[in-house]
């Protein structure tokens, strides 16, 4: 492992200088377990390394304004899986961050390094999609935010510029009678990566779904809305068939490719089939 400078900020603004002042070959530093064995088996080399486990904000979860919650961008996939406000209004969410490697990983990995690591398989963009979060992103120029859908731009890209910070989350608040569900299928139970991951959102008023939402993962280069399934949802009471026919529509946004781990048609069968799973899912919890 080549030597490299360790940067060790105590505030939001420390991190923004430091990636200011060190250039392109600076790596953030959060729970480490992506970057760590890139750098041990060298496929990374940088010159700079600034560790975020000192930023008290990045750790932080919190009521947001209009009833909502913001999640800080180091929060680990363990916290997020236990504690007791995402797991009241946000399951989907709890439920993606409890498939994250094991117990001993989850308990380093973090929200931000999930998203910022940008693997079309990430287990917990889809529920952040479905919820319609915002990341709150900070720079040199100011803080800006960005919706989930437009966060990710390609396979391992994102819309972070090399000096800017992903600082947390924004994720609305849900809204009564609102439920979700998420889902993924992987050849073992753990310490693996999803070969599909499918995310699903109802809210309903008088027996009506009023909101749907249905994000897919490891089907395409970044995780995607399944819109026309929402949509043939929307405005109607849920019922069996009305999920069969949004999980047929589901499969029709899917692009997946053919690897080692799956072939695009078995993909396919598992988007439908996941989607189906996770709405079956959303409605029960909605309808509680």
């Known amino acids: 492992m080549r030597r490299f400078e360790l940067v060790l900020p105590e505030s939001v603004d420390d991190c923004v200088r430091a990636l200011a002042q060190r250039g392109p070959e600076t790596k953030l530093l959060a729970g480490g377990t992506d970057l760590l064995p890139q750098l041990k088996n060298g496929l990374l080399k940088p010159a700079r390394v600034i560790d975020l486990s000192g930023v008290a904000r990045l750790r932080t979860i919190e009521p947001a304004d209009?009833?909502?919650?913001?999640?800080?961008?180091?929060?680990?996939?363990?916290?997020?899986?236990?504690?007791?406000?995402?797991?009241?209004?946000?399951?989907?969410l709890a439920e993606s961050g409890a498939l994250v490697g094991s117990v001993q990983v989850r308990n380093l990995a973090t929200l931000g390094g999930n998203l910022c690591n940008a693997a079309p398989s990430a287990d917990m963009a889809p529920p952040l999609l479905a919820l319609d979060a915002e990341a709150v992103i900070t720079g040199p120029k100011g803080?800006?935010?960005?919706?989930?859908?437009?966060?990710?731009?390609?396979?391992?890209?994102?819309v972070l510029a090399p000096d800017e910070l992903l600082v947390?989350?924004?994720?609305?608040?849900?809204g009564p009678r609102s439920g979700g569900n998420y889902l993924r299928h992987t050849p073992r139970r753990e310490l693996?990566?999803?070969?599909?991951?499918?995310?699903?959102?109802?809210?309903?008023?008088?027996?009506?779904?009023?909101?749907?939402?249905?994000?897919?993962?490891?089907?395409?280069?970044?995780?995607?809305?399944?819109?026309?399934?929402?949509q043939a949802?929307?405005?109607?009471?849920?019922?069996p068939d009305r999920i069969a026919r949004a999980a047929d529509l589901a499969v029709e946004v899917a692009r997946p490719i053919s690897d080692q781990r799956g072939s695009a048609e078995f993909r396919r069968h598992l988007v439908r089939v996941l989607t189906r799973r996770t709405l079956t899912?959303?409605?029960?919890?909605?309808?509680?």
Do not use: H, M, W
């Open 66 to 92: 209009g009833q909502g919650l913001r999640i800080g961008s180091a929060v680990t996939a363990r916290t997020l899986e236990l504690d007791r406000a995402v797991r009241a209004r946000y399951l989907s």
């Open 143 to 158: 803080e800006r935010r960005v919706p989930i859908a437009a966060f990710f731009t390609g396979v391992r890209r994102t």
């Open 192 to 230: 693996d990566i999803a070969v599909v991951g499918v995310a699903s959102q109802l809210t309903l008023a008088n027996g009506v779904c009023t909101k749907a939402r249905i994000a897919l993962a490891a089907v395409a280069p970044v995780p995607v809305r399944a819109t026309a399934a929402e």
């Open 168 to 174: 947390e989350l924004v994720v609305p608040a849900p």
């Open 281 to 288: 899912t959303a409605l029960a919890r909605a309808s509680a």
């Open 233 to 239: 949802l929307e405005g109607q009471p849920v019922t």
